[in-house]
């Protein structure tokens, strides 16, 4: 028995050893995708966190970088870094002219040689322990098709007042010390920075071309996290949040303004049409939305009615209040922007 268990730890190994060295062909354990724009100088600390993974010696694993249409030194970074990397680990880089965080994810998706993925943004550090803690975790719940992870902040300037009430917008994630399922019920979705996929459910079920593509130079319309990973849980995979893939997000001084947080608000709220009615049968998203619109209405009022001035001079206050008002034009929001691209696509010179 003790020389067939080590016959099988011999081929384990070198299966780990092929898999490294012909990734595409033996296929790999697990692929971090680090989607980027303009990232050149957040890029580097996040793979020097990478380089430094702590029990990743029996497990063969790959790091993408998506350069998501960047005009900084993004490329040149990552070719520095390739040159010093070493040949046990891959580190891949690709570049999607396509800007949207939604179209840098899809290219990981398709490059990946493993059937696990974990993404991180360019300014979310991982803990040592964070890639074992995410592939222990995918092993032991296999229905888990989506992981998220504990994501605190690291602020380079100290946050208004009441900044908790929308930390979590800035995808800041504390949950508790145990390991939770997301029930479809409660209609939660964690943030896509840190969260790990399963390659497999991600082609089954999400669409190449989401109805939400992310941010971009000249959009703050984001939600394409949330829609991919909502096709997920409602093709019956389960959502989790796993305490022990612990995440720093860096938030500079930038992202703490009133104008930004106001940006980012809007845009949230902008998307929400969208991510509600993903997963409702389309026979009743009329009457879901006379609801809903109903209920982005009590929120205002009552917000107005709670804090009076407040929502004019309190920052917090003042997102809270533009993140209603946007859900509440959602529906019309969303109606224009398609019907603009419906006329583009239309109005175009189709070539012969």
């Given at each position: 028995m003790i020389r067939a268990l080590e016959h099988?730890?011999?081929?384990?190994?070198?299966r780990h050893i092929f898999s490294r060295l012909f990734p595409q062909t033996i296929g790999l354990d697990f692929s971090v995708a680090i989607p980027t724009y303009n990232g050149g100088q957040r890029l580097a600390i996040v793979l020097e966190c990478l380089r430094?993974?702590?029990?990743?010696h029996d497990i063969s694993w790959e790091v993408i970088v998506v350069d998501n249409n960047s005009t900084d030194n993004t490329a040149a970074i990552v070719q520095r870094y390739q040159r010093d990397w070493g040949h046990h680990l891959p580190l891949l880089y690709a570049f999607e002219a396509k800007q949207g965080a939604a179209y840098a994810r899809q290219k990981a998706i398709q490059m990946a040689n493993s059937p696990i993925i974990g993404f991180l943004d360019d300014d979310t550090l991982p803990s040592m322990t964070w890639l074992m803690s995410a592939y222990r975790f995918a092993q032991e719940y296999p229905q888990a098709g989506v992981i998220a992870s504990r994501i605190r902040g690291n602020f380079e300037t100290?946050?208004?007042?009441?900044?908790?009430?929308?930390?979590?917008l800035l995808a800041l994630t504390e949950r508790g010390s145990q390991p939770l399922m997301?029930?479809?019920?409660?209609?939660?979705?964690?943030?896509?920075?840190?969260?790990?996929?399963?390659r497999q459910a991600w082609?089954?079920?999400?669409?190449?071309?989401?109805?939400?593509?992310?941010?971009t130079s000249n959009s703050m319309l984001t939600g394409e996290d949330t829609e991919s990973l909502l096709?997920?849980?409602?093709?019956?995979?389960e959502v989790w949040y796993n305490p022990q893939m612990r995440l720093e997000h860096q938030i500079p001084s930038t992202r703490l303004t009133r104008q930004y947080l106001?940006?980012?608000?809007?845009?949230?709220?902008?998307s929400?049409?969208?991510?509600?009615?993903l997963s409702i049968a389309t026979w009743k998203r009329p009457g879901m939305l006379g609801l809903y619109m109903a209920n982005d209405i009590r929120k205002i009022l009552h917000h107005c009615l709670r804090y009076r001035q407040d929502v004019i001079y309190d920052d917090v206050a003042s997102c809270e209040l533009m993140l209603y008002t946007a859900s509440l034009i959602s529906p019309l929001f969303m109606a224009q922007r398609s019907l603009k691209q419906y006329l583009k696509k239309w109005t175009q010179p189709k070539l012969n």
């Open positions: 099988v730890e011999r081929l384990v190994g070198l430094w993974q702590l029990n990743t100290t946050p208004p007042e009441n900044f908790e009430r929308i930390a979590a997301y029930c479809p019920e409660q209609k939660v979705i964690p943030p896509s920075a840190g969260v790990v996929v399963r082609l089954d079920n999400v669409p190449e071309e989401l109805v939400l593509t992310g941010r096709h997920i849980q409602q093709a019956g995979w106001h940006q980012l608000c809007r845009g949230i709220g902008l929400r049409y969208r991510t509600r009615m």
